[in-house]
């Protein structure tokens, strides 16, 4: 097929995913894939484009400004404006599922029915499709046409109630992880559906919900409920057992210190200064420390000491490459950080006009086939002639025509 834009390389070269999704959790899965080598449609509704085109921060040319947040969510994406309850929509839209290999939506469960091109109409058009369908209490369940945001994970799941320091209320985690967490488990999902099509021929629904991915992340809570009847309850920057594994004052920071097991300690011992304290019969060993009255009382002082009067790079030249110690770093410094760059985690894509754009890159790194992160992302239906020529095989006159009803943009 001939279609613009569509990278020559990588794993997934030559796998073509449909993105209908809106905001994060889809887009961010559909994005993953396109850096690993897929060519990725975005599909948006001409009268409801994807409300995150909106969100700050933007790059700013004159009159002309996009969506960093978009950017940095939909890069190496094509553009198509479609709308499918415009005469010739649904048509338009099966027409391209019978050319590709994966469709991602994030609507709320129903929505694809309602416009008549819910999972079985599609599987019927295409049987090897991969239909990825990210919700936030997922397709089947009593709460599945509940509405859902990353809060909404965040609280049925469990995870806000162990967030925040104890005796004060719980606290969000920081980033919208309830979408993030759904992300990963797409991705994961849709290769491992990908796989079993490209052996079988057979296609299927990826179901993946908000609220699951958030439980799954709960660490040990879940069995601390079941095993001994305990509910997780918000330990600051503490570990719920492990210690010491928490957040140090230092000269100009914080720094995290995790050196809990005895060759750590001992090491750490011998770094500051202190020999003697490795073999104090009260926190000699692993078990000793974890104890959190001993802890409060005997180690946790000999940390903050050891710590206190040191500046952070201090504290990493002389202890970082032997025990888990590393400098709390501001965003700032970590776009900045020479560390990162090496990693290639910042990646720059170029807007013309509106500047240069840094973002994250891609953290899967492949040796054979790497990921192509550092590309732009979509003007709203920028490519929409061209992939319907190239993907659907449509003409000047049927284009044409879609337009002519509003079904295309």
């Known amino acids: 097929m001939s279609i613009p834009l569509a990278p020559g390389s990588g794993s997934l070269a030559g796998v073509v995913v449909l993105d209908l999704s809106r905001v994060l959790a889809g887009p961010y899965a559909a994005q993953t894939l396109a850096d690993l080598g897929a060519t990725v449609i975005k599909i948006e509704n001409p009268r409801d484009p994807d409300v995150s085109r909106g969100f700050p921060p933007y790059l700013t040319h004159g009159d002309d400004e996009f969506s960093a947040y978009y950017a940095q969510y939909n890069r190496g994406k094509l553009g198509v404006g479609l709308d499918l309850a415009a005469p010739g929509g649904t048509e338009t839209l099966l027409d391209l599922v019978r050319r590709a290999d994966i469709l991602v939506e994030n609507f709320r469960p129903g929505t694809m029915d309602k416009l008549g091109v819910g999972y079985d109409v599609l599987r019927a058009a295409n049987p090897h ?10 397709q089947t369940g009593s709460r599945s046409r509940r509405p859902a945001f990353d809060n909404t994970a965040q609280a049925a799941g469990g995870m806000w109630s162990m967030n925040g320091y104890p005796g004060q209320p719980p606290v969000r985690v920081g980033v919208t992880i309830g979408d993030l967490s759904a992300t990963l488990f797409a991705v994961i999902g849709t290769l491992a559906a990908l796989r079993h099509a490209e052996r079988t021929g057979e296609g299927q629904l990826v179901d993946v919900a908000q609220v699951d991915s958030i439980l799954a992340l709960t660490e040990t809570a879940v069995v601390d409920y079941t095993v001994r009847g305990v509910e997780a ?3 600051g920057n503490e570990h719920a057992w492990v210690r010491p594994y928490e957040l140090f004052d ?8 995790g050196a809990y097991t005895d060759k750590l300690w ?8 202190s020999p003697e304290v490795a073999d104090d019969p009260e926190i000699d060993t692993m078990r000793k420390r974890f104890d959190a009255e001993v802890y409060a009382r005997r180690v946790k002082p000999v940390v903050a000491g050891w710590l206190r009067d040191r500046t952070k790079a ?5 202890a970082g490459d032997v025990i888990p110690l590393t400098a709390i770093k501001t965003i700032g410094e970590v776009v900045d950080d020479p560390g990162i760059a090496e990693r290639d985690m910042i990646v720059e894509a170029d807007y013309g006009d509106l500047g240069v754009l840094r973002m994250f890159g891609q953290p899967i790194k492949l040796s054979a086939t790497p990921a192509t992160p550092a ?10 002639d061209a992939v319907l020529t190239g993907l659907a095989g449509y003409d ?8 002519a009803s509003g079904a295309l943009s």
């Open 129 to 138: 499709l991969v239909y990825v369908a990210v919700s936030g209490y997922g």
């Open 233 to 235: 309850e918000p330990a």
């Open 250 to 257: 230092c000269a100009d920071g914080q720094v995290f210190f």
């Open 266 to 273: 001992r090491a750490s011992c011998e770094l500051f200064g």
């Open 314 to 318: 201090e504290l990493e030249a002389l």
């Open 375 to 384: 590309r732009v992302a979509n003007r709203f239906a920028e490519h929409s």
């Open 396 to 403: 000047a006159d049927r284009i044409a025509a879609l337009r």
